[in-house]
Nanobody, 126 residues
Framework: QVQLVESGGGLVQAGGSLRLSCAAS????????MGWFRQAPGKERDFVAG??????????VYGVSVQGRFTISRDNAKNTVYLQMNSLKPEDTAVYYC?????????????????WSQGTQVTVSS
């Protein structure tokens, strides 16, 4: 089994920054790919970013709405993935989830991921 422990999130004004962290434990060989999703009330769960571990530098994918503002990164020694969120907008407000998959490629659909974090609230005020 895989456990994903997420931290970060909170309240921030528009234009501000937040950094989310997600640490994987257990059968970490099932976490070759890790991704971030978000879901706002009444909306679908949308793909934010994904990175392949290993080969993360060769396969990093961002959702169109966050390109140029968000950065996904990894710390292999800690089995941890990060999401640096800059230039935040009110429309970024959502519950953010970390997810893991044994695949060696990043997929943008939630059904490709087997393990999920508890989610953390990100609220961007105007």
């Amino acid at each position: 089994q895989v456990q994903l422990v997420e931290s970060g999130g909170g309240l921030v004004q528009a234009g501000g920054s937040l950094r989310l962290s997600c640490a994987a434990s257990g059968r970490t060989f099932s976490t070759n790919t890790m991704g971030w999703f978000r879901q706002a009330p009444g909306k679908e769960r949308d793909f934010v970013a994904g990175i392949t571990i290993p080969w993360g530098s060769a396969n990093i994918v961002y959702g169109v709405s966050v390109q140029g503002r968000f950065t996904i990164s990894r710390d292999n020694a800690k089995n941890t993935v990060y999401l640096q969120m800059n230039s935040l907008k009110p429309e970024d407000t959502a519950v953010y989830y970390c997810a893991a998959s044994p695949t060696l490629r990043v997929f943008t659909t939630s059904n490709a991921y087997s393990y999920w974090s508890q989610g953390t609230q990100v609220t961007v005020s105007s």
